[in-house]
C-alpha cells in the first residue's frame, strides 16, 4: 500500500486535496487517477480535484492542478492563493511576495497576513489572451470572440471568450438565480469549437464594479468558485462596457467574494481568501 500526506484547502469553496512534492514521492503516471479517487465523496476524501505543490527551476515553487475527471488544467486562481498561503506558512518561500510557476507560465504571488496566518492572497494573473487561436477555438484564428453569436442546443447566445492562461467562455444572463448552468453547461463545455474544452460562466452585472457568477468548470461540472473564471468575467465585462478598466470589481461567487482589476497596463489583479480545511494521509494502491 502507497501513501501521501495531504492538506485539504478551499479558496471560496473551491476545494482542492494538496501534496507537498517537495516532501512526498508520488508516480506522474498516477496523478490523474489520484485526482479521481481523492475526489470521490463516497470512497475519497471529496474535492473538486487535485493540486501539486511542486520544485521549481525558475520560481521558488510550481503548481500543477488536475480537475476531478483527472484532466489537467494549466491554471487556477483559487488553487495559486492556496499555494501560496501553503508555501508562505511552510516556509518553502520566505517573503511576502514571490512568483509561482503554473503551466501556462509564471504569476506573482502577495500575502497579507493576520496574526501570523495568510488570511487574503493577491495574485498577478498576468494578461488575458483574447484570439481565437489563443483561447483555443475555431473560427478566424486572429479575431476576438467579444458579444459574438453562437449556437449551442439549437439557440442562439451572444458570447465572450477569454483565455487567462485556461479557456472560459462567458454568458451574460439577466438573473444568476436561473442561470442554465447545470444544463448548458457541459453542453458548451465539450463543444467540439472548442478542441481543449472550455470553463463556461454564466455573469448578471449588478453595477459598475459588481458581477454575479456561476460557473460550469472544465472537467469539474459546478464549483462554488472559479478564480481564473472571475478573472475571466471581468475582462469580458470591460470588454463588452459593462465594467471599466483600472477599476477593482467585486465578483460575487457562489462560495463568497473576490476583488478583481484588469489594470490599465493590462495585467489582471486577483484578491480573495485561502483557507486550510484538513490534513492527513491518503492510501492507494495501485500497480
Ligand atoms: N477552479 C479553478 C480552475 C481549475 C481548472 C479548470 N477547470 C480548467 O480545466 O481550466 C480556478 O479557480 O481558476
Known sequence: MK????????????????????????????????AIDVANVHTGIGSDGLILI???????????????????????????????????EHK?????????ETL??????????????????????????LTKK????SGNHESYTINEIMTFDSKEYAVTAVSMGNPHLIFY??????APVTTLGPIVEKDERFPESVNVEFVEVAGEDELHFRVWERGSGVTQACGTGACAAVVASVLNEYTKKGRDTIVHLAGGDLVINWTEEGNVLM?????????GTYYYDYQ
Open 173 to 178: 444572463v439577466d438573473s444568476i438565480k436561473n
Open 54 to 88: 511542486c520544485p521549481s527551476d525558475v520560481a521558488p515553487v510550481k503548481m500543477r492542478i488536475f480537475n476531478n475527471d483527472g484532466s489537467e488544467g494549466k491554471n487556477c486562481g483559487n488553487g495559486l492563493r492556496c499555494v501560496a498561503k501553503y508555501a508562505y
Open 271 to 279: 484578491t480573495g481568501p485561502a483557507e486550510v480545511i484538513c490534513d
Open 104 to 129: 501556462s507560465g509564471i504569476v506573482h504571488a502577495k500575502i497579507c497576513e493576520e496574526n501570523d496566518k495568510v488570511k487574503q492572497v493577491t495574485v498577478d494573473m498576468g494578461i488575458p489572451a
Open 92 to 100: 518553502i518561500v520566505d517573503r511576502i511576495e514571490f512568483p509561482i
Open 134 to 137: 489563443e483561447i483555443p477555438m
Open 3 to 34: 501513501s501521501f500526506q495531504f492538506t485539504k484547502m478551499h479558496g471560496l469553496g473551491n476545494n482542492y486535496i494538496y501534496v507537498n512534492m517537495f516532501k512526498e514521492n508520488i508516480d506522474e503516471k498516477d496523478f490523474s487517477q489520484i
